[in-house]
């Protein structure tokens, strides 16, 4: 492994996008993300039959209540924090696909938001919207 990265998310063009976009996103936002984040590595573990029963999917939510630290960004709420945690803790392969699904959730809410009522401040939702074109090259991932 490239010892350059200095977080493990960014060893993937796509997540380490993700996760800086949504990490730059209000607390609203990260929070709504991580729900469907945790529903989505649920279901992908679920397909690779990762999980077999109800059991297994508390223990997995419960081992992403672990608390490595305090200093992340994703520390300062525990949906947000599980989330990530899970995320960290699945194979690689699933990361990946899990990854392109955490693009178009980050995406799908930064765009929902940039419509609601003008109290949101459209320069900082622009200047953090997720290009999916700009990491083209991530596109060897088999899904």
Not at 55 to 82: C, H, M, P, S
Not at 83 to 99: F, G, N, P, S, Y
Not at 128 to 137: E, H, K, N
Request: net charge negative; proline share 1%.
């Amino acid at each position: 492994m490239n010892e350059y990265y200095s977080r493990w998310y960014d060893k993937d063009p796509v997540l380490s996008m993700s996760m800086r976009t949504l990490a730059n996103s209000d607390d609203a936002s990260q929070i709504a993300v991580a729900l469907n984040l945790i529903k989505v590595i649920i279901e992908h573990n679920i397909n690779n039959n990762e999980f077999s029963n109800i059991e297994d999917i508390v223990g997995a939510v419960e081992d992403g209540l672990i608390q490595k630290g305090t200093n992340r960004w994703y520390d300062l709420d525990a949906t947000v924090r599980t989330a990530i945690q899970m995320l960290e803790r699945c194979d690689e392969k699933t990361r990946q696909k899990v990854a392109l699904d955490m693009a178009q959730l980050v995406i799908e809410k930064i765009v929902q938001d940039a419509d609601a009522p003008a109290d949101s401040d459209e320069d900082a939702i622009e200047g953090s919207i997720l290009d999916l074109d700009a990491v083209s090259d991530h596109d060897d991932v088999n899904i």
